[in-house]
């Protein structure tokens, strides 16, 4: 099972970008969502969606980034307008679900990308 992360760039303060995560493999997926790390930093949430739909925002997100997925393609967006220069980090998908195991039938397994960089100038 892989995570493929793309759409990170450089753009200009005030510009818009969207990412986007596909799952790989078979993996009936609950959560899937997006991290950052700012350089110095340690990782945070940005936002993540249950399979339902629920979603939920860091604060310094909330009402500017939107969250959204396809449950069939296993596929998750990250809208991003607005983008200011505390924006720049490297994001990162992330997913967690269940897999076939021999023995147990299923096993539960929480999966990274490989990250993108997302670059805002001032």
């Known amino acids: 099972v892989q995570l493929q992360a793309s759409g990170g760039g450089l753009v200009q303060a005030g510009e818009s970008l969207t990412l986007s995560c596909k799952s790989s493999?078979?993996?009936?997926?609950?959560?899937m969502g997006w991290y950052r790390q700012a350089p110095g930093k340690q990782r945070e949430l940005v936002a993540t969606?249950?399979?339902?739909?629920?979603?939920n925002y860091a604060d310094s997100v909330k009402g500017r980034f939107t969250i959204s997925r396809n449950n069939v393609e296993n596929t998750v967006w990250l809208q991003m307008p607005s983008l200011k220069s505390e924006d720049t980090a490297v994001y990162y998908c992330?997913?967690?679900?269940?897999?076939?195991?021999?023995?147990?039938?299923?096993?539960?397994?929480?999966?990274w990308g490989q990250g993108t960089l997302v670059t805002v100038s001032s």
């Open positions: 969606i249950h399979s339902s739909g629920n979603t």
């Open positions: 992330n997913a967690d679900g269940h897999v076939p195991a021999e023995r147990t039938g299923v096993r539960f397994i929480e999966v």
């Open positions: 493999g078979i993996f009936w997926i609950n959560n």
